[in-house]
């Protein structure tokens, strides 16, 4: 199975601006790539294929401002965007009512403030790094600490005016050889989980899930309150941004760690 070693890069890290700048040129080549393709769309032209929009633009300055790699895998994702238009336009056509509204054209990212993902697969990613414990992408200079030795592949997701690297690793799992072991877990809300099993030495137990009851109920009190003060016109603000994320994370790591528990106690 595949499972996710996160890093949260904030403003005041020391590689944030050498991931920011990137993740910049990212969105240039992004946007180059969905020009193309809307332009295409627009003359009723058939949209370009990947290998179309690549030989297009392998020249461009844009293409030319990232590791051939990566920039290879913004392209990717362009052709994806427009895939996946393709493919719920279809499907508005014959179920119209499985959707809020009729799909859009993939859009550009904003000029200025838009930031893009930088994708890394595990040729772009430095083995000899790795072998020391860090984990360091191929045309970016910046070095994170790691336990892993084996990666599939390094996400770099701009989030709320942060940074999330994202290491991806394959684990093995483990399978019983007695299959008269049986577990059960049933998930709630004030429990989170009560997990017993028929084994006759196993204690049963309960995950208790008030922490994440009341981290819910104080962000949204928060964000209510935030969001009444907004004009009219404006949804959301970088304190609800630093808000929802706090959260989120308050979330993934007590989810992270009570499954670790549950794990361990088998």
């Not at 427009?82 to 799909?103: M, R, T, V």
């Amino acid at each position: 199975m595949r499972l996710v070693e996160r890093h949260i890069i904030k403003q005041n890290h020391q590689w944030f601006k050498k991931i920011d700048q990137m993740s910049f040129l990212s969105k240039n080549l992004f946007n180059s790539a969905v020009y193309l393709c809307r332009q295409a769309f627009f003359k009723n032209q058939a949209i370009p294929t990947w290998n179309q929009i690549y030989h297009a633009l392998k020249k461009s300055d844009d293409y030319q401002a990232l590791p051939s790699k990566v920039a290879q895998l913004v392209l990717r994702q362009v052709d994806q965007c427009f895939k996946s238009y393709k493919s719920a336009k279809e499907e508005y056509k014959i179920n119209p009512e499985k959707f809020l509204g009729e799909p859009k054209l993939p859009r550009y990212k904003h000029k200025l403030q838009g930031r893009n993902i930088l994708t890394f697969n595990h040729q772009a990613v430095s083995r000899t790094a790795l072998k020391k414990g860090l984990i360091a992408p191929s045309g970016l200079a910046i070095a994170v600490k790691t336990q892993l030795t084996q990666i599939e592949e390094v996400r770099i997701i701009p989030k709320n005016n942060v940074y999330i690297i994202e290491a991806v690793y394959e684990l093995e799992e483990t399978t019983l050889e007695s299959n008269d072991r049986r577990a059960a877990i049933d998930i709630g809300l004030n429990n989170l989980a009560t997990v017993s099993s028929n084994c006759p030495d196993f204690r049963p137990f309960i995950v208790c899930g008030k922490a994440i009851k009341s981290c819910n109920q104080f962000y949204n009190k928060v964000k209510a309150s935030l969001q009444s003060q907004l004009p009219t016109s404006q949804r959301s603000s970088r304190k609800i941004e630093a808000l929802t994320l706090k959260r989120n994370n308050k979330v993934d790591y007590y989810l992270h760690t009570a499954s670790i528990g549950i794990r361990f106690d088998f």
